[in-house]
C-alpha cells in the first residue's frame, strides 16, 4: 500500500476549513487525545490510562477545557482505528460513536500508524530519504508496524499495515531508520545497530505527545476533502483475528516465517535520540 502522509504543516493546513476537530487514539495503554482548528494545534493530552473505559471520559474533557472550547463547538471527531490494542480500539472507537450520535457530529477513521508516522517525522533531524517506522506492541513477539519514508513536504507510506515478529520488522528496513513507539521501538533499534545499520528511535509518552492531534488533523483533512464515514460501518482495523479466534499453529507462523529468539542483541538504551 502506497500512499502519502502530509507532513505537519501541510496536514493542517490542508485541515484548515474543517472546523474544530477532536481526536482520540486508545490503541496503546495511553491516552492521547488532540484539538485542531483553523490550521493549529489548540491543545494536546497524552497520559497512562489506568482503563480507558474509565478514564477516557474525563481525560476529553479536560483537552477540550484546555483548548477553550466545548461539543458544541466541534464539526466532527476523528479516532484512531489501529492496528492496536484490540481492547483500547474498541472502548474509543464506541465512545467517539457515542460522542457523535449525542452532539450530531461527524465521524472520521484514521491510521493510527499515519498519525505515530507523524510524531517521529516532527522530531530534530529528519530529512528526506529517511524510514520512519511506527510500531506498536502486538504481544505474542510480534508487533503492528509500517514504513514510510520522509519526502519534501510528505510520508510516502512504503506498506500496509503488517503484523510481525519485531526481529522480522527491524530487518525489513535499509538505510537511515527512524524507529518511533515505546519499548519496542528500542529494542528494534538496537537490532539495527547491531547489525552496523544507522537507528534512531522515538520511544516513549514524551515523543509520542502529538500523537491525538495528529489523529484530530488527519481527520480534519478528511473533512475538509468533504468525506466522513457512516457511523455503524466503521469498525477497528486489527490487522490479525484476536487471540480467542485464532488456533495456536497460526499465531505460530505468520507468512512462512517461525518465531524463534532474537540473533543479535545490543543495548536498547544506545537507541534513544
Same mark, same amino acid.
Given at each position: 500500500?502506497?500512499?502519502?502522509?502530509?507532513?505537519?504543516?501541510?496536514?493542517?493546513?490542508?485541515?484548515? &476549513?474543517?472546523?474544530?476537530?477532536?481526536?482520540?487514539?486508545?490503541?496503546?495503554?495511553?491516552?492521547?487525545?488532540?484539538?485542531?482548528?483553523?490550521?493549529?494545534?489548540?491543545?494536546?493530552?497524552?497520559?497512562?490510562?489506568?482503563? @480507558?473505559?474509565?478514564?477516557?471520559?474525563?481525560?476529553?474533557?479536560?483537552?477540550?477545557?484546555?483548548?477553550?472550547?466545548?461539543?458544541?463547538?466541534?464539526?466532527?471527531?476523528?479516532?484512531?482505528?489501529?492496528?492496536?490494542?484490540?481492547?483500547?480500539?474498541?472502548?474509543?472507537?464506541?465512545?467517539?460513536?457515542?460522542?457523535?450520535?449525542?452532539?450530531?457530529?461527524?465521524?472520521?477513521?484514521?491510521?493510527?500508524?499515519?498519525?505515530? =508516522?507523524?510524531?517521529?517525522? @516532527?522530531?530534530?533531524?529528519?530529512?528526506?530519504?529517511? &524510514?520512519?517506522?511506527?510500531?506498536?506492541?502486538?504481544?505474542?513477539?510480534?508487533?503492528?508496524?509500517?514504513?514510510?519514508?520522509?519526502?519534501?513536504?510528505?510520508?510516502?507510506?512504503?506498506?500496509?499495515?503488517?503484523?510481525?515478529?519485531?526481529?522480522?520488522?527491524?530487518?525489513?528496513?535499509?538505510?537511515?531508520?527512524?524507529?518511533?513507539?515505546?519499548?519496542?521501538?528500542?529494542?528494534?533499534?538496537?537490532?539495527?545497530?547491531?547489525?552496523?545499520?544507522?537507528?534512531? =528511535? @522515538?520511544?516513549?509518552?514524551?515523543?509520542?505527545?502529538?500523537?491525538?492531534?495528529?489523529?484530530?488533523?488527519?481527520?480534519?483533512?478528511?473533512?475538509?476533502?468533504?468525506?466522513?464515514?457512516?457511523?455503524?460501518?466503521?469498525?477497528?482495523?486489527?490487522?490479525?483475528?484476536?487471540?480467542?479466534?485464532?488456533?495456536? &499453529?497460526?499465531?505460530?507462523?505468520?507468512?512462512?516465517?517461525? @518465531?524463534?529468539?532474537?540473533?543479535?542483541? =545490543?543495548?536498547?538504551?544506545?537507541?534513544?535520540?
Amino acid at each position: 500500500m502506497t500512499y502519502r502522509v502530509l507532513l505537519a504543516e501541510k496536514l493542517l493546513a490542508a485541515g484548515a &476549513t474543517a472546523g474544530p476537530v477532536l481526536g482520540i487514539e486508545t490503541g496503546t495503554p495511553a491516552a492521547r487525545i488532540g484539538i485542531v482548528a483553523a490550521g493549529r494545534v489548540l491543545g494536546s493530552l497524552n497520559r497512562p490510562a489506568r482503563s @480507558h473505559g474509565a478514564d477516557l471520559p474525563e481525560l476529553v474533557e479536560a483537552a477540550m477545557r484546555r483548548a477553550g472550547i466545548g461539543m458544541r463547538d466541534l464539526t466532527a471527531i476523528a479516532v484512531g482505528i489501529g492496528p492496536g490494542s484490540f481492547t483500547g480500539l474498541r472502548v474509543g472507537l464506541s465512545y467517539a460513536k457515542g460522542l457523535i450520535i449525542g452532539a450530531k457530529l461527524k465521524i472520521v477513521g484514521v491510521s493510527s500508524l499515519d498519525a505515530m =508516522a507523524l510524531c517521529g517525522a @516532527h522530531g530534530p533531524g529528519i530529512r528526506p530519504g529517511v &524510514t520512519v517506522c511506527p510500531m506498536i506492541d502486538a504481544r505474542r513477539g510480534e508487533v503492528y508496524g509500517s514504513l514510510y519514508q520522509v519526502g519534501a513536504d510528505a510520508l510516502e507510506r512504503r506498506s500496509g499495515d503488517l503484523v510481525v515478529p519485531l526481529e522480522d520488522f527491524a530487518m525489513q528496513t535499509a538505510g537511515e531508520v527512524l524507529f518511533v513507539g515505546e519499548n519496542k521501538a528500542e529494542e528494534a533499534c538496537a537490532l539495527v545497530q547491531a547489525r552496523g545499520g544507522r537507528a534512531a =528511535a @522515538h520511544a516513549g509518552n514524551a515523543e509520542l505527545q502529538l500523537a491525538g492531534a495528529y489523529v484530530a488533523a488527519l481527520g480534519a483533512a478528511r473533512i475538509a476533502r468533504g468525506e466522513s464515514d457512516r457511523p455503524e460501518s466503521l469498525e477497528p482495523r486489527y490487522v490479525r483475528a484476536s487471540g480467542a479466534a485464532v488456533n495456536s &499453529t497460526a499465531v505460530e507462523r505468520r507468512e512462512g516465517v517461525e @518465531h524463534g529468539t532474537s540473533r543479535g542483541r =545490543a543495548n536498547p538504551a544506545a537507541c534513544r535520540s
